[in-house]
């Protein structure tokens, strides 16, 4: 999907029919949106012998991104760097087996927290399709940060009577990855604009002391406000 979004936006970019592609050297913008990660398995091994399953919700998700035009008429080309953050204080679920008080083996889900936080600088392209509408592509390497925090729970045994006290923990990694991001802006009185896109991300988190190391990635898809600085 992601290629497939990109491919078209850089033939967009290539049949720009208009003499220059912006009217600015510096662009700031604003986005909000919803992150998909993948749902996936981690390293760690439950009881069972399985690996445990990882499923995220949608993480809200915002950040800034800024445009510095180093050249470029008819295509605008620079440097764009950004961050943003993405956080949801439940609904990351841990599935897997484990051993009861009792020694048998059943199945729970584990309700988490999960932040996430990102620096980016990359290249990006910039291209006017008519005299209010630009497309755009961007990529780049990133630095991120992860955390993630299980709260105390007690689950309770089917058979026999019982619980199993589950201590909080909590769990962080630095990691390096990249970004992808693309979309389309439409002009609004004063040179600003709003728009929509789809961004990409994808990093490698240890969270040694929960789930183990894990991949997270996934397209992102947010609105968009920008204006010249």
Same mark, same amino acid.
């Given at each position: 999907m992601i290629r497939t979004l990109f491919a078209i936006t850089g033939s967009m970019i290539a049949l720009a029919s208009a003499p220059v592609s912006a009217d600015y050297d510096r662009l700031i913008g604003v986005f909000i949106g919803g992150l998909e990660l993948d749902e996936q398995t981690g390293d760690r091994i439950d009881e069972n012998g399985q690996p445990i399953a990882i499923d995220f919700p949608t993480l809200p998700t915002g950040g800034i991104e800024g445009e510095y035009r180093y050249g470029g008429e008819r295509i605008a080309w620079g440097l764009n760097p950004g961050g943003s953050i993405a956080w949801?204080?439940?609904?990351? $679920?841990? !599935?897997?087996? +484990?051993? !009861?008080?009792?020694g048998g083996v059943i199945r729970v889900d584990i309700d988490n927290s999960l932040f996430i936080g990102e620096l980016h600088l990359g290249g990006y392209l910039r291209g006017r399709l008519t005299e209010s509408i630009t497309a755009y592509v961007a990529a780049g390497p990133m630095i991120t940060y992860g955390r993630i925090e299980v709260e105390d729970d007690d689950l309770p045994e089917v058979e026999?009577?019982?619980?199993?006290?589950? *201590?909080? /923990?909590? /769990? /962080?990694?630095? %990691?390096?990855?990249y970004y992808a991001r693309a979309g389309i802006d439409f002009s609004l009185k004063g040179?600003?604009?709003? %728009?929509? %896109?789809? $961004?990409?991300? !994808?990093?490698?988190? #240890? +969270? #040694?002391? #929960?789930?183990? *190391?894990?991949?997270?990635?996934?397209?992102? +898809?947010?609105l968009s406000y920008t204006m010249p600085m």
């Amino acid at each position: 999907m992601i290629r497939t979004l990109f491919a078209i936006t850089g033939s967009m970019i290539a049949l720009a029919s208009a003499p220059v592609s912006a009217d600015y050297d510096r662009l700031i913008g604003v986005f909000i949106g919803g992150l998909e990660l993948d749902e996936q398995t981690g390293d760690r091994i439950d009881e069972n012998g399985q690996p445990i399953a990882i499923d995220f919700p949608t993480l809200p998700t915002g950040g800034i991104e800024g445009e510095y035009r180093y050249g470029g008429e008819r295509i605008a080309w620079g440097l764009n760097p950004g961050g943003s953050i993405a956080w949801k204080s439940s609904g990351t $679920r841990v !599935s897997g087996g +484990f051993t !009861s008080e009792t020694g048998g083996v059943i199945r729970v889900d584990i309700d988490n927290s999960l932040f996430i936080g990102e620096l980016h600088l990359g290249g990006y392209l910039r291209g006017r399709l008519t005299e209010s509408i630009t497309a755009y592509v961007a990529a780049g390497p990133m630095i991120t940060y992860g955390r993630i925090e299980v709260e105390d729970d007690d689950l309770p045994e089917v058979e026999p009577t019982g619980t199993i006290e589950l *201590e909080s /923990s909590d /769990s /962080s990694d630095f %990691g390096v990855g990249y970004y992808a991001r693309a979309g389309i802006d439409f002009s609004l009185k004063g040179e600003q604009a709003v %728009g929509f %896109g789809i $961004r990409y991300m !994808s990093t490698k988190l #240890d +969270f #040694d002391n #929960d789930v183990g *190391e894990i991949v997270l990635e996934g397209p992102s +898809f947010v609105l968009s406000y920008t204006m010249p600085m």
